[in-house]
């Protein structure tokens, strides 16, 4: 190391030989900390300088040669180009440092002078904050004109592009994205200044931008530049002009080699997408592909933000009339881009809730805290910027999602209230929401339906009036008949034909709403079919020659078995009827003297047992009662 700094004094004092400055001038074109650790020792050598130049200047300010003012002397060179090479230079009559740019030995024909002095005034022409000065054009000792420019102090954007951890240590920026994006906004503003000048740049790319150290940026190499209003007497006939890797397909001939302002937005897109995937658009294609076919849009990765997907396409565009036509409308973009960054980090933010609600296994719980979280980020997206199709089209995905889980859980409620306030589903999902809806309503009405047809409460006032009226009607027949029995049995089945006829006719005209539940129709039926079951008892007993007392004792025993019926319908405490004729029937058969008051005892349980159920029900409610029966 000491001996590569010393031979870097004495190449600044000229103190080598031919040899060894050679192959120490390669050496810094190879390696750009040795063209760093010199420059350092050239400011200090421009410091003494300055200082011995000031004695000079303070005891002879006038006694230079002006010949001597005018000259730039050379130093060791910083770069190497295509057909030039650029020294570290120090201007006398303004005693600055300098870059100084000559032709390379090999390119000394008067087509090349041309193209250097060419370049020098087309970058004079353009003073703008990002375009590297020309301070003078002066003759060097091979009596060749040099190109005297500003001394940039820095790197190439290539060489920072993609070094987060330097980009930070010298510019502190901690986004590296936005830093670069920075950069190349600044280059879209000298391109746009140049287009103001009629001229356009064709040779944009990343090591053709320098950043110097305290963060200025600078388009470089103006040397295939092109003035829209000169005559094009520097170009090669019949051979592109660029880098093949970024050129516009109208470089390489396509769309009538017609170039503009459109070009240089292809260059500067093509620049962008290095920066975005780390290498040119076209990179590894030959150029004589490229010459013959016009290439589509390259492809765009899926980790490039959507927002910056779209700029890209439009500026990468192969037509130019449909290309993104100036370098000050992709900056505009940028910057928009810039401004939603927040909202884009919250749309990613939601993205990655959302693909981690998707995954399979999630419990209920899980699922809910990372689908909430995900809504949650886009929600704040669109509230930093309302136009975020990512979190609009992530908030979409994920309420689809919370719909979808909701349905597979069997929670309509929670699926209709997410339905409600969803932006948009899937027309499939809510068909089949609108399903789950439809089943639920169906089976709630079928739940409805079941409940009111064992409510036992429904009509219990009307069962009550008309059961206690016939009740009575039925109490005194019968109780006449048992102390007074008929000759025949026809006015027993009269009886019994008339109650059933006329007590059908009654309730379907005064209480139909006990024919509304299915509890109150069985009942209705049981009784029906308990009085056409006396009836053909009647019949049958006639028909077998029993006795009057026979009949009326069989009578008993029907009355037992339909009241027991009905309890086990109505309420359990109607036994006590059952039980009355139950008993009345034993007692009648065993001792048939006691028939008359048996068919009175029963009976009369039997009202009673009716009155006192329907009074205290009416009170104490129906819900105590065991379910009915299915």
């Excluded at 470089?220 to 003035?227: C, K, R, T, V």
Aim: net charge negative.
């Amino acid at each position: 190391m000491e001996a590569e700094a010393d031979r870097l004094r004495r190449l600044l004092e000229g103190d080598l030989d031919e040899d060894t400055r050679a192959e120490l001038e390669t050496k810094l074109a190879d390696r750009p900390s040795l063209r760093e650790q010199l420059a350092d020792m050239a400011l200090d050598a421009e410091r003494t300088q300055r200082a011995t130049a000031a004695v000079r200047i303070t005891s002879d300010a006038w006694g230079m040669d002006p010949s001597e003012l005018s000259t730039v002397d050379v130093g060791p060179l910083l770069g190497r180009g295509g057909m030039a090479v650029v020294h570290l230079g120090h201007q006398l009559k303004l005693d600055r440092a300098v870059a100084l740019k000559s032709l390379r030995e090999e390119y000394r024909e008067p087509e090349d002078v041309s193209r250097l002095l060419w370049e020098a005034r087309i970058t004079g022409r353009l003073e703008h904050p990002n375009i590297v000065p020309v301070h003078d054009i002066v003759t060097g000792s091979d009596g060749l004109p040099q190109v005297v420019l500003k001394r940039i102090e820095g790197e190439t954007w290539s060489t920072l592009m993609k070094n987060a951890a330097l980009v930070k240590e010298r510019f502190g920026a901690v986004d590296l994205l936005e830093w670069n994006l920075d950069v190349l906004m600044a280059v879209a503003r000298a391109l746009s200044f140049a287009h103001s000048r009629r001229i356009i740049h064709r040779d944009v790319k990343p090591s053709n931008v320098m950043v110097g150290s305290f963060g200025e940026v600078y388009l470089m190499d103006w040397g295939i530049a092109y003035d829209l209003d000169g005559p094009p007497e520097l170009e090669e006939e019949g051979q592109p002009s660029g880098t093949t890797g970024y050129m516009s397909p109208e470089q390489l001939g396509h769309h009538d080699g017609r170039l503009g302002p459109w070009t240089d937005t292809y260059l500067l897109g093509a620049t962008l997408y290095h920066l975005l995937t780390g290498r040119p658009p076209h990179a590894g294609i030959p150029v004589i592909e490229r010459v013959d076919e016009p290439d589509p849009v390259p492809p765009i990765p899926d980790h490039v933000p959507e927002e910056l997907r779209r700029l890209l396409t439009r500026a990468l565009d192969p037509n130019p009339v449909t290309r993104t036509t100036h370098p000050e409308d992709l900056r505009r973009e940028v910057l928009a881009f810039l401004s939603h960054r927040a909202a884009l980090r919250l749309a990613d933010r939601g993205d990655r809730a959302r693909d981690e609600a998707r995954a399979a296994g999630l419990d209920a719980v899980g699922f809910e805290e990372t689908s909430l979280a995900a809504d949650l980020a886009y929600r704040a997206a669109l509230e930093e910027w309302p136009s975020c199709e990512q979190a609009r089209a992530g908030r979409r995905a994920v309420q689809t999602l919370r719909v979808q889980r909701a349905l597979d859980d069997d929670d309509l409620h929670l699926a209709r209230r997410l339905a409600s306030t969803s932006e948009e589903l899937p027309a499939e999902l809510r068909a089949r929401l609108q399903r789950a809806m439809a089943d639920a309503s169906a089976n709630a009405a079928k739940i409805e339906r079941l409940v009111k047809d064992a409510d036992r409460g429904l009509g219990h006032r009307a069962r009550g009036m008309f059961g206690g009226g016939f009740a009575v009607l039925w109490v005194g027949f019968w109780g006449t008949v048992a102390f007074r029995p008929p000759d025949t049995i026809w006015p027993l089945v009269g009886f019994t034909l008339g109650v059933l006829a006329v007590g059908s006719l009654v309730i379907r005209l005064k209480a139909p709403q006990l024919f509304e539940n299915r509890i109150n129709r069985t009942s209705i039926m049981v009784v029906i079919s308990s009085l056409l079951m006396l009836t053909v008892w009647c019949i049958g007993a006639h028909v077998r020659g029993f006795d009057m007392a026979t009949v009326i004792t069989g009578y008993l025993f029907v009355c037992a078995f339909f009241t027991s019926g009905m309890a086990t319908l109505m309420d359990p405490w109607g036994a006590v009827s059952a039980f009355g004729f139950a008993v009345a029937f034993i007692v009648a058969a065993a001792w048939p003297a006691t028939l008359p008051y048996a068919v009175v005892g029963a009976n009369v349980v039997m009202l009673l047992n009716q009155l006192i159920l329907n009074f205290a029900r009416a009170k104490r409610g129906f819900a105590s009662l065991p379910p009915a029966p299915p």
